[in-house]
């Protein structure tokens, strides 16, 4: 079955430096891959997708690259703040099914 | 506003004890989902819907049921419920069949058996 492994230690970032997560999967590359921002308490929130066929996608301070190679998301948030402090959850989406499925996702602390 | 809509919040309850949590969406999403989240497991979908009267197993369906008579309302029933159903459950809708879009999720349903 397909293992989706985000980094499982908390990050801990200085504000103002660039934040780098993981997302590596195994077996099957999906059609689209998306990353979402959960805060304590409440329901993830959509950021971002890329497909397959896209290198790299980017969001004001987001970036997003998909390397299907070696099965692996990485998600940048550049000059980071205090207030991205969350837990970054990467979801895999493949067209023939009907569903995602999510990693277990990778909590991220910015200190002033 | 666009929203997806879950309740009850929290409950506590005992087992065996039948128990529905609601899910309504006002954004005529046809695909909706429900998943559960458990420390170190992520988001695990239980079940899903494309559309009115169509619903699949998704990953952990063990337990629990769901219906879909219509578009907005996507019920989850817990017909017995046990402790190892103690998690926080979201409902989940997006607006296209292959559900290749973002996923709206409402704020959650923490639900302890006890």
């Known amino acids: 079955s397909q293992k989706i492994e985000q980094n499982s230690e908390a990050l801990n970032i200085q504000e103002g430096k660039t934040a780098t997560l993981t997302c590596n999967y195994t077996?099957?590359?999906?059609?689209?891959l998306q990353w979402y921002r959960q805060d304590p308490g409440r329901g993830p929130v959509f950021l971002l997708l890329i497909r397959e066929n896209e290198k790299e996608k980017r969001k004001e301070r987001l970036k997003v690259t998909f390397d299907t190679t070696l099965k692996q998301s990485l998600f940048h948030i550049t000059a980071s703040q205090p207030a991205d402090s969350a837990t970054y959850l990467c979801?895999?989406?493949?067209?023939?099914?009907?569903?995602?499925?999510f990693g277990s996702g990778t909590r991220l602390s910015i200190r002033p | 506003e666009a929203q997806v809509t879950q309740n009850p919040r929290y409950l506590i309850t005992v087992t065996g004890k039948k128990l529905t949590v609601t899910c309504s969406q006002n954004m005529n999403h046809e695909y909706m989902s429900w998943y559960r989240q458990d420390p170190g497991l992520g988001l695990r979908q239980i079940y899903y819907?494309?559309?009115?009267?169509?619903?699949d197993k998704g990953d952990v369906p063990e337990g629990y049921k769901v219906s879909r008579k219509e578009k907005r309302n996507f019920p989850l029933i817990l017909e017995s419920p046990s402790p190892n159903q103690t998690s926080l459950y979201f409902c989940?809708?997006?607006?296209?069949?292959?559900?290749?879009?973002?996923?709206?999720f409402g704020e959650g349903s923490r639900l302890t058996v006890l």
């Open positions: 819907s494309m559309n009115v009267e169509v619903t």
């Open positions: 979801a895999l989406g493949y067209s023939s099914a009907s569903k995602i499925i």
């Open positions: 077996n099957y590359s999906p059609a689209y």
């Open positions: 989940a809708s997006n607006l296209r069949r292959a559900n290749t879009g973002e996923l709206f």
